[in-house]
């Protein structure tokens, strides 16, 4: 075992997860049956890593922090089915895994939203996820419209998956305590996309124009991102919106009908 190996590192995000009624809760939603195979980020100390491999098929436990890494490799060594991969979950090509695998992780805090987006990348090889991650990016994860919390966050996981919060950790569960709660979500990627869109890249085009001046009217925040008032506000009137509607306030049939509208109007960006 490494020097420093039982140390959180406050840079990496470390938070470990030490109380054992959570960590079988987790295991049960996670529903892992001996014909999964799991890939688990950010195992961290092993608290959920064990356990896992005892259900599962096989486990792949991605680590960022080389001391706990080998710490966890030396501890695997029974578990014919478990893997250590020391990595950053960010930059692992899942694409190598040659079957389709669960997730099960606890997402360090700090890159919480990158990883979330990188596996909705994967989507069509992951069968289920059940991430534990801080509470307010979970409620932001399913956000309905007409709240502060819906955005681009909510729109780009409720696209291509269906996300519930199933329930919440304390800080007191944790070492060292974060400051914050946590929530453990459960995400299922659909088969296809929430709402058929013509132009992907334009859909993504007009919501990331419009969110990034979210305290404006949708109808000016597209015109300074270069879609003219003139063909934004009758495609406002004929999606049943209002001129002066912002853009937590749009459902997401309505922004699929707002971009497949604009992709008859404009070239595609």
Known sequence: MRDGAGMPKKHLGQHFLKDKSYISRIITAAEIGKDDVVVEIGPGKGALTFQLAE??????????????AQELSELAAPYSNLTIIEADALRFLYETIET?????????????????FRLMELRRNITSMTVMLQKEVAKRIVALPGGKEYGILSIAVQFY???AILFQIPPGAFFPVPEVDSAVLKIIPRKR????????????????SAFSHRRKTLLNSLSMAGFPKEVTEPIL????????????????????KIA??????????
């Open 161 to 163: 998956a269906v996300p």
């Open 100 to 116: 389709n695998f669960k997730v099960v992780a606890n997402l360090p805090y700090y890159i919480s939203t990158p990883i979330l």
């Open 237 to 256: 009137h004929s999606a049943g919106l209002a001129p002066l509607v912002r853009p937590e306030e749009i459902g997401m049939e309505a922004w699929g």
């Open 193 to 208: 996309p929430a709402v058929e869109v013509r132009n992907e890249p334009l859909f993504w085009s007009v919501i990331k």
């Open 260 to 269: 497949d509208a604009l992709s008859e109007h404009l070239p595609i960006p």
């Open 55 to 68: 259900k599962a098929g096989r486990v792949i436990a991605i680590e960022i922090d080389p001391a706990l």
